[in-house]
């Protein structure tokens, strides 16, 4: 499966941001799909994701915040961010694995590009 993650860009704080990661080659219905992100000298954090079992899951600094949705007939999964703050600004990524259900980066095979959020005060 080919991923491509696009709608980064610069944000007040506060403000909110809606970021998809388009697949192709496969529907990512068969896999276990999360949302990363990376800061400069630090791992890929996970953020959240959906498990092929169909559980939604998400770090603690992300409940209440963020939330992740598909539109199956587009094979396309979105991370709606609201209430950004500066220490959410980072490089997204949405990777796909096909375990059961992770919330490693490790043990995710497929990768998009990633997307970068900037969020300002």
């Known amino acids: 499966v080919q991923l491509q993650a696009s709608g980064g860009g610069l944000v007040q704080a506060g403000g909110s941001l809606r970021l998809s990661c388009a697949a192709s080659?496969?529907?990512?219905?068969?896999?276990?799909m999360g949302w990363f992100r990376q800061t400069p000298g630090r791992d890929r954090e996970f953020v959240g994701g959906f498990s092929r079992g169909g559980d939604t899951t998400y770090a603690e600094f992300a409940k209440g915040r963020f939330t992740i949705s598909t539109n199956n007939a587009k094979n396309t999964m979105y991370l709606q961010m609201n209430s950004l703050t500066r220490e959410d600004t980072a490089v997204y990524y949405c990777?796909?694995?096909?375990?059961?259900?992770?919330?490693?980066?490790?043990?995710?095979?497929?990768w998009g590009q990633g997307t970068l959020v900037t969020v300002s005060s």
């Open positions: 080659g496969r529907t990512f219905s068969g896999y276990t």
């Open positions: 990777a796909a694995s096909s375990l059961r259900r992770s919330s490693w980066a490790y043990e995710y095979e497929y």
